[in-house]
């Protein structure tokens, strides 16, 4: 069964910072790109930053690119987000999972289902 397990989400004050972390389970790391999407009350998921297990090749979006940082430990196939200047536009639901398209950050998970996300809420 692929799973992906997120953690390392909080309330946090704008400026701040948070790292989160996705462990996964159930298929090869190292064939997929494993992302991170998140989802705002009242909007669609969207996606954040991905990387590439076979090559370490990380994609962002623009919202997130100089603040957030991508990284994997294909040893122990853990996928973290380190999201530095925080601010309240970014509070939101993230989840993690292996995605049908990396480069272009697509929401779709390979597994056809989410986790259950971690909780990010930036205050003013």
């Known amino acids: 069964e692929v799973q992906f397990v997120e953690s390392g989400g909080g309330l946090v004050q704008a400026g701040g910072s948070l790292r989160l972390s996705c462990a996964a389970s159930?298929?090869?790391?190292?064939?997929?790109?494993i992302g991170w999407f998140r989802q705002a009350p009242g909007k669609e998921r969207e996606g954040v930053a991905c990387?590439?297990?076979?090559?370490?090749?990380?994609y962002y979006a623009d919202s997130v690119k100089g603040r957030f940082t991508i990284s994997s430990d294909n040893a122990k196939n853990t996928v973290s987000l380190q999201m530095n200047s925080l601010n309240p536009e970014v509070t939101a639901v993230y989840y993690c999972?292996?995605?049908?398209?990396?480069?272009?950050?697509?929401?779709?998970?390979?597994?056809?289902?989410w986790g259950q996300g971690t909780q990010v809420t930036v205050s003013s």
């Open positions: 999972a292996a995605t049908v398209s990396c480069p272009l950050l697509v929401p779709i998970p390979i597994s056809g289902s």
């Open positions: 990387i590439s297990s076979s090559d370490s090749t990380t």
């Open positions: 159930g298929f090869i790391f190292d064939d997929y790109g």
